[in-house]
T-cell receptor
């Protein structure tokens, strides 16, 4: 069964450093998403991406964040200058579109900013 | 924006009993309501969803009901088994016929099934 994959599973970085989180969405899906979950809190929407453009973004997704689809398979989330409060689990998701609503999530990357 | 409240936050049931998790949403325009199961160390797994044009959907031991007037929806698990133990999240969205959409999640319910 196709699945969304994410790397790395755990990333530790120092405050102020840049991090790139990587995702491989399900191959025939057209829409891609990033969500995050701070420990003990709700899963929160960050951004959606379609046709090489951001479709929607939340107020969390400020200028420190960017997304990219550098090739036909990867989808990345970059945080330019990490802050302590960026520590969270980051989930990538994808959906097929064209009336198929279901979003499928990857296993997540746990980001720890020290 | 949309706000989703989920209850209870924890739920313990005996194996074989039923479990019910309830969610309410605030935006009457929401039309898509998925439920996710998250096991330890894994990402959320879609287990069932319902769209606003139906009131109930069932898949084996899992069912979801939707009351649009009251703006609440519920997950029902019958004949619970130890492998049902996990955190369950409800979500709501205004999902277009085509295009991307964002899910608004509840805080989750930790279900423990006691053998």
């Amino acid at each position: 069964e196709p699945e969304v994959t994410q790397t790395p599973s755990h990333q530790v970085t120092q405050m102020g450093q840049e991090v790139i989180l990587r995702c491989v969405p399900i191959s025939n899906h057209l829409y891609f998403y990033w969500y995050r979950q701070i420990l003990g809190q709700k899963v929160e929407f960050l951004v959606s991406f379609y046709n090489n453009e951001i479709s929607e973004k939340s107020e969390i997704f400020d200028d420190q964040f960017s997304v990219e689809r550098p090739d036909g398979s990867n989808f990345t989330l970059k945080i330019r200058s990490t802050k302590l409060e960026d520590s969270a689990m980051y989930f990538c998701a994808s959906s097929a579109g064209q009336g198929l609503y279901e979003q499928y999530f990857g296993p997540g990357t746990r980001l720890t900013v020290t | 924006g949309e706000n989703v409240e989920q209850h209870p936050s924890t739920l313990s049931v005996q194996e074989g009993d039923s479990a019910v998790i309830k969610c309410t949403y605030s935006d009457s325009a929401s039309n898509y309501f998925p439920w996710y199961k998250q096991e330890l160390g894994k990402g959320p797994q879609l287990i069932i969803d319902i769209r606003s044009n139906v009131g109930e959907k069932k898949d084996q031991r899992i069912a979801v009901t939707l009351n649009k007037t009251a703006k609440h929806f519920s997950l029902h698990i019958t004949e619970t088994q130890p492998e049902d133990s996990a955190v369950y999240f409800c979500a709501a969205s205004i999902a277009p016929g085509a295009g991307s959409y964002q899910l608004t999640f509840g805080k989750g319910t930790k279900l423990s099934v006691i053998p």
